[in-house]
């Protein structure tokens, strides 16, 4: 189903999360540690903690309303350079830029794809990037406000039930500071290197990739290899009506003679051909 923005339903058990932590933290400041300061504390607390937390809801908002679906576009899109940019989402049945991505979860292609969040139930992209990193950012400045001021109230509090839920939340605070500070972390290296996240775990995949090599026993020669795969071929061709059809699909690897190295040929052949055998 195509999700417009993240407040399309079905929403994420993640974003039900947020939104609940956020109600959570906007609640126990005014109840409780705001009571147990002293009149300079309290205003202090209140101006920097609330003023923060607007801020988080605002761009909380904007980043998950936010639609970063590239145009539907028929024909293909041209830059400054007047270079033809042909890049065609099957599933969109669009032309896209060479950023594009279409995300499974959204059923949509993005623009300058970053990641899908589940915590915002949305995509990010070229539209909300910035609105994602304000986000998170001003949210890690609320929870280190928050953390600061919890310690104070502990050393003050004496109520046991008042400790337990301030300590309580003082350990979740201190994870989501950690959580969301290596987060911060990650998109400032990646913006260094000017790549995206989804870019990033692309590269990750390969580098893994190409260190898992197959081998084949030396004393095949690679001729006698693709001699015998093709003679496997041509095995599982059936003639008829000056028609050929491939029974499987077929596979077979050569290797490069000079370096050595392993390369895969997987010729796959699914639709009916039109050959003259001789």
């Known amino acids: 189903m195509l999700n417009k923005n993240g407040f399309t339903t079905p929403f994420h058990p993640y974003q039900i999360c947020s939104w609940v932590i956020l109600f959570w933290h906007t609640v126990i400041p005014a109840t409780l540690i705001a009571l147990f ?43 400054e350079t007047s270079d033809n940019l042909n890049y065609y989402c099957t599933i969109c049945k669009s032309y896209v830029t060479k950023t594009s991505k279409h995300c499974g979860s959204c059923d949509r292609c993005v ?60 350990i979740l605070n201190g994870a989501i500071i950690i959580l969301l500070g290596y987060l911060i972390g990650i998109h400032v ?30 004393e095949i020669k690679p001729n006698e290899l693709r001699n015998s795969s093709q003679k496997e071929i041509k095995k599982s061709i059936i003639k008829g009506n000056n028609k050929t059809v491939l029974e499987n699909p077929c596979s077979f690897s050569v290797a490069k003679s000079e370096s050595e190295e392993i390369v895969h040929l997987t010729f796959q052949f699914r639709c009916e051909s039109e050959l003259d055998l001789k």
């Not at 937390?53 to 830059?79: C, E, M, Q, R």
């Not at 990193?133 to 008042?162: M, Y």
């Open 111 to 170: 623009n300058n794809f970053d990641h899908h969040c589940k915590w915002l139930n949305n995509c990010i992209g070229e539209i909300n990037y910035k609105l994602f990193i304000i986000l998170i950012s001003s949210l890690e400045i609320s929870e280190i406000i928050l953390l600061c001021f919890e310690i104070k109230t502990l050393s003050i509090v004496e109520i046991k039930a008042v400790l337990a839920l301030v300590t309580a939340d003082c």
């Open 189 to 218: 290296v990646l913006k260094c290197r000017g790549m995206t996240t989804y870019e990033y775990i692309k590269s990750q995949r390969k580098k893994k990739e190409n260190k898992v090599k197959p081998t084949i026993p030396e």
């Open 37 to 79: 300061l002293g009149l300079p504390e309290k205003i202090l607390f209140l101006t920097l903690f609330y003023i923060s937390h607007i801020v988080v809801f605002i761009f909380g908002f904007k980043a998950t309303k936010s639609n970063p679906t590239v145009l539907i576009s028929s024909d293909p899109l041209y830059i």
